[in-house]
């Protein structure tokens, strides 16, 4: 992991040093062909893609900021908002949430359970929570999956969950870590299984060493957005869908680059900040390209953006600290970009050097 400025925000979403420290101490299915098409095809949030047997709207929240104080300067005050946002999320439709034990040291997960059983909706049973272990050196064995998920059910307050996931890969002991999945599966603690930051290579050997278990890999979870397109052109969004494992695209808004608010006279505080001085000018006619087409449709470019990765057939999961945050992702959904609108963009990314 490169601990560079311009990296730190992928060294804080694995989220290791300190913090692995101190954790030592109901709608449409649209499946396979529906994502495969999803170019033909206008996605609300009602809308269901199957990942793994479950049920998620094409459309998630990622829960990284919710209780996570270094980087994302969470604190206690901001739970009733955060509250309801969860709340509005579910009511729209959208379904998933993505959190992690390393986010707020568990206090992500304690929020995204005790949110879920403090909702009073109909649709309550239809909330998909998925979190993820972390492979930390002293996790030698599968039984540490099983461990750490027992774990995190704690923290939920729960008895199971829909989705669990490798947080990234960790070299020799990725078998252990995918027979401490299939377990999982097998009692019962979990519906459907996946893995996070894993390259094509041990993708495949996920993918194998859990079908010799009888367990579907459900998804990879990886950077993906306008401004990070690796995974499309490195092969990884095609291997993805002929595997029919579903790709959830983190850091969507390039962590807020590509939302069009900030400039090099107002930038976010912090490691962010540093990030982005560096980064908008090179990111700024990208960002013009989301504002020209979004504004004949009344569309932010943070919703274009959240529609591009939408139509490759990714399930976006930014973040919300915020009900206008949440309004403005969900904006993303119930239309669809033209082919000449993604080339343009495409063509505006590479041009950008992206």
């Not at 945050?325 to 050097?353: F, I, K, P, V």
Request: charge should be neutral; include cysteine.
């Amino acid at each position: 992991m490169r601990m560079a400025d311009e990296d730190i925000v992928d060294a804080a979403e694995k989220a290791a040093g300190g913090v692995a420290a101190a954790i030592k101490d109901g709608a449409n299915g649209i499946g396979k062909a529906a994502m495969e098409g999803a170019k033909d095809v206008a996605l609300a949030a009602k809308d269901r893609v199957s990942l793994g047997g479950v049920e998620v709207s094409p459309l998630g929240v990622g829960a990284w900021s919710w209780g996570d104080t270094v980087f994302w300067g969470y604190s206690e005050a901001m739970d009733k908002e955060l509250q309801e946002v969860f709340g509005n999320c579910v009511g729209g439709g959208v379904n998933l949430f993505d959190t992690a034990e390393v986010y707020g040291v568990g206090r992500s997960e304690y929020l995204c359970g005790k949110f879920r059983r403090d909702y009073k909706g109909a649709d309550k049973n239809g909330i998909v929570i998925a979190s993820k272990f972390a492979p930390l050196p002293w996790r030698l064995g599968r039984g540490s999956v099983v461990d750490a998920c027992k774990a995190s059910l704690d923290r939920m307050g729960a008895e199971s969950m829909e989705i669990y996931q490798i947080h990234w890969p960790f070299g020799a002991l990725n078998s252990r870590y995918w027979d401490g999945l299939a377990d999982c599966v097998d009692q019962g603690l979990v519906k459907a299984v996946g893995v996070s930051n894993y390259g094509p290579e041990a993708v495949k050997d996920a993918h194998a060493a859990l079908k010799a278990r009888g367990v579907k890999l459900g998804s990879n979870q990886i950077q993906f957005s306008l401004a990070d397109r690796k995974p499309e052109t490195s092969g990884m969004l095609t291997l993805c869908e002929d595997l029919d494992v579903r790709v959830l695209a983190y850091s969507p808004l390039a962590q807020g680059l590509l939302t069009g608010k900030y400039s090099k006279d107002f930038v976010p505080s912090g490691p962010r900040g540093r990030v982005f001085k560096k980064k908008l000018p090179t990111v700024a006619p990208l960002v013009d390209k989301l504002k020209e087409i979004g504004t004949p449709r009344d569309k932010t470019p943070a919703q274009v953006s959240l529609n591009w990765c939408i139509t490759k057939g990714t399930i976006p999961i930014p973040g919300a600290k915020n009900i206008r945050q949440a309004d403005e992702n969900c904006g993303a959904l119930g239309w669809r970009l033209s082919e000449q609108e993604m080339s343009a963009l495409d063509a505006a990314a590479s041009a950008a050097g992206l």
